[in-house]
C-alpha cells in the first residue's frame, strides 16, 4: 500500500537536548494514525516536522512523496492541518470565513459542503463569535478540510469539548477518513486514539516505544485477562475446578488472572452447569486497557522529559 507519511531515522536536537532520537515511523494512505505520548515527549516536534514548520536535525522524512522541509506551495495545499487552538475572526460569518480560506486552495471542497459535513448548516450564517466552543471547534475542522487534502494533521482536536461534544467530532473525522483520506491525530485521549485509529504509536522522551492497531500495541492482547464472578447457591458450596491461572477471592467473588481465557470460561461454565447453574453470576472478563498499557510503556523514573 502506498505510503503518506514515511520517515526513517528522524532526529530533532536543540543544542544538547534531543527532543527526537531516531524515530522510524510508516503511515498508509487512508490510515487514521494516533501518536500518543506525554506532555514533552516529542509529539508536536515530531508533527511539526512532517508538516513542514520545523527543520529536522538528521533523517529522511516523506509526506505525500515530498519532504516537508522543502516542498512548494502546491504541496502545502495537499495538506489540511487542525492545531489545538486557533483564533478565528469573530465579526465574520462561519459561511464568510470558510469562503474565504477556501480561495487560498487551487481545488477546494465546496464551502457548503465543507460546513455540512461538520454538522454546522444552522449555523452557517452566525458570527464566529457567537459561536460555542464545540462550535468553534468545528469551524476549525472545516477550515482544516476547506482545502480537500489528502492529509489532515489533527492537534488534540477535542481538548475542552464535554462528552457529547467529542463523540460528534470523532462522528466528522470518520467521515473525513471514509472519503479515503489520511489522518494524523495526536491526543491525550486514550478512548478517542482507540475509537478512531487503525493504528496508534507511543512516543516517550523521543523515541518510539510501540507501535500497532490500538488492540494488540505493546503486546496488549497477550497480557493477562481477569475474569470475575460471583459465588451463590451450589457454586458456593462446590469446589473449584482445575484452571490455568492464579485464583484469588475477593469476599464472595473469585477472581482468576489467566493468559487463557477462553479456555479458563469454557471450564468455568462447565462446572456451573453440572452445578445447576446455566450462568456464573455477575460474570466480567477484561483485559488491560489502552490506557494500563501507555501507563506502563512511558513509566520510568520520574525525571520529566524536555522538549515538545
Not at 500500500?1 to 510508516?26: C, H, N
Amino acid at each position: 500500500m502506498p505510503t503518506a507519511i514515511s520517515v526513517q531515522s528522524l532526529r530533532k536536537s536543540y543544542g544538547s537536548f534531543e527532543a527526537l532520537r531516531g524515530v522510524d515511523l510508516e503511515i498508509d494512505r487512508g490510515e487514521v494514525f494516533s501518536l500518543l505520548g506525554p506532555n514533552g515527549a516529542g509529539k508536536t516536534t515530531f508533527v511539526e516536522v512532517l508538516e513542514g514548520y520545523r527543520a529536522r536535525t538528521a533523517g529522511d522524512a516523506r509526506v505525500l512523496d515530498a519532504d516537508p522541509g522543502s516542498a512548494g506551495s502546491a504541496w502545502k495545499a495537499r495538506i489540511g492541518i487542525v492545531p489545538q487552538s486557533t483564533t478565528l475572526f469573530d465579526e465574520l460569518t462561519v459561511r464568510e470565513i470558510v469562503t474565504h480560506f477556501a480561495g487560498f486552495y487551487p481545488a477546494p471542497l465546496n464551502p457548503a459542503r465543507a460546513i455540512s459535513m461538520v454538522g454546522l448548516d444552522e449555523k452557517a450564517d452566525a458570527r464566529c463569535g457567537k459561536l460555542s466552543g464545540g462550535q468553534k471547534r468545528r469551524v476549525d475542522l472545516a477550515l482544516g478540510m476547506i482545502g480537500d487534502p489528502e492529509l489532515l494533521f489533527l492537534d488534540e482536536p477535542t481538548t475542552g469539548l464535554d462528552p457529547e461534544g467529542r463523540r460528534q467530532l470523532w462522528g466528522i473525522v470518520r467521515e473525513f477518513a471514509a472519503l479515503g483520506k489520511t489522518v494524523l491525530l495526536t491526543t491525550h485521549y486514550l478512548d478517542e486514539a482507540e475509537a478512531l485509529s487503525d493504528r496508534v504509536g507511543i512516543i516517550d522522551r523521543g523515541a518510539l516505544v510501540a507501535l500497532g492497531p490500538p488492540a494488540t500495541v505493546g503486546g496488549r492482547d497477550r497480557e493477562r485477562s481477569i475474569i470475575r464472578f460471583g459465588l451463590r447457591g451450589p457454586l458456593a458450596t462446590t469446589t473449584l475446578p482445575e484452571i490455568s491461572g492464579e485464583l484469588t477471592h475477593e469476599g464472595q467473588r473469585v477472581v482468576i488472572s489467566t493468559v487463557h481465557p477462553a479456555a479458563t470460561l469454557r471450564v468455568l461454565l462447565a462446572w456451573a452447569d453440572e452445578c445447576g447453574e446455566p450462568e456464573l453470576p455477575a460474570l466480567t472478563v477484561s483485559r488491560p486497557s489502552l490506557e494500563d498499557v501507555y501507563l506502563t510503556l512511558i513509566a520510568h523514573d520520574g525525571t520529566p522529559g524536555e522538549g515538545a
